[in-house]
């Protein structure tokens, strides 16, 4: 069950008050923030009982309240889950801003099991409800808007075909073999194959330029039929064993999981062998919505934006759009690899529900760049656009506008969203997501959204705050 707020407070929750320790200001600002939006906490809850039969009985677990602050905390602080635990447990403030107090905090493993059944539907609702309460509390008036797009890393190795053959090889011989000690008599049939799968991937990785002309075909014809190899003895293991029952009901329910884990890299495995028989062996070029790039993250794109440093790039491509005050009302997790102009419309649109008008100044890189683009700027009756024409040659109407004083202010406005994006980078821990699957890729990239607009929103109160109190 989850566990409900207990307002009471202990003998040594009242003596730390008694000796003035509290939050810092910033902290203190959100906790406050939080306090009076208590739909924040509710979206939260109902993750929390989504599934339980009777969500008011059983063990206690985390509160929707705790399990919220310890989410934003952990991305405010960029912490893994363990330290997140340790610097809770370790500090009276944390405590407090938690909302564990003097009472026991839990185990690291409790905060990933409560995390876990967050979706990304509901960090979203929650971000959309924190940015509405402070265009309510007139923090923000959206009357400028600056938009970009930036790349979040999968955590995955770099793809090649022999690579991914070879992780399939390893990963199936793995979990067959696990599965045979669970079984009385073991598994009949398959043979591990990963030594001469791990050396043809080796021979292959090493070979020269002069090398591969001669022997790179032959050597992943050898890989493949390996890999193919395993793939069929694994299948041929899954139906001799599917009526076969462990000792006791804990070994079945593992051989169940073990199961599913086998059938779901068969079928990974088999897409990999695929696609280098057919970029390898047939010469055929694979368009990339058909590539595999990883079988522990199979939804990763691969993202070539031009840039000198990181030519090619592995996870998701996310939208941003930022208002003047630094609040990032809009992101989104996109698929594939879409052209920057596509997203102009979408965010005048999306920023009309949020504000209710267009914004007086929209400025982009020129990748946003399109005549439509323009026109809907004109349009949706934003009055300053700062959108750089991308190749071709300018007419003297639209060369004179991007010389003209404004468009330049409105350029040096949008270079902050960079800034903007190297925080959620390497403050927020936004750069790489080291969790496993698309729902938790999506969720990392919208708590760390959460975390920034939280802070700016402290950052702006305490700041009207000082301006009241110097009045």
Known sequence: MTRIADPQRSFADLEFARQGVCLCPVLKTISDFIDQHPELAEEVRLDLQRGLKHPNTGRNGLAPEQVLRSLILMRIKNWDYRELRERISDGYTLRRFTGFDS???????????????????????????????????????????????????????????????????????????????????????????????????????????????????????????????????????????????????????????????????????????????????????VPNDEKLFSIFEPHTDIIKRGKTLTPVEFGHKVFLAESANGLISQYKILKGNPPDQLH???????????????????????????????????????????????????????????????????????????????????GRGMKRCLSEGLDRFEILVGSCVLANNLMRIAHLINTKQTRLRAA
């Open 344 to 426: 102009v419309k979408m965010s005048l649109e999306r920023h009309k529900q949020i504000f209710g008008c267009a914004p007086d100044l929209y400025s982009t890189d020129r990748g946003f760049y399109d005549s439509s683009n323009i026109d809907a700027c004109n349009s949706a009756g934003v009055l300053q656009e700062c959108i750089p024409q991308r190749g071709g040659t300018k007419s003297d109407l639209r060369a004179a506008h991007e010389k003209s004083p404004g468009f330049k202010k409105g350029q040096r406005f949008r270079a902050g969203i960079e800034g903007r994006i190297s925080v959620l980078f390497r």
């Open 103 to 285: 009472k026991p905090v839990p185990k690291h493993d409790a905060f990933n099991r409560a995390f876990i059944r967050l979706t990304p539907v509901t960090i979203e609702a929650i971000n959309d409800l924190v940015v509405r309460a402070a265009v309510k509390a007139t923090l923000e008036d959206g009357s400028k808007l600056r938009v970009d797009t930036t790349v979040v890393q999968a955590n995955v190795h770099h793809p090649t075909d022999s690579t991914l053959v070879w992780d399939s090889v390893r990963v199936i011989t793995r979990l067959v073999l696990l599965m045979a000690k669970l079984i009385p008599g073991g598994v009949n049939g398959f043979r591990n194959r990963t030594r001469v799968a791990r050396r043809r991937m080796q021979q292959i990785q090493r070979m020269t330029s002069t090398q591969r002309r001669q022997q790179q075909v032959p050597k992943y014809r050898e890989l493949i039929q390996v890999a193919q190899s395993v793939i069929d003895s694994a299948r041929q293991v899954l139906d001799q064993t599917k009526d076969v029952q462990g000792v006791d009901l804990m070994t079945n329910l593992a051989l169940k999981s073990l199961r599913q884990q086998i059938d779901n890299y068969c079928t990974l495995g088999g897409r990999v062998v695929n696609q280098a028989r057919r970029r390898v062996l047939f010469e055929e070029k």
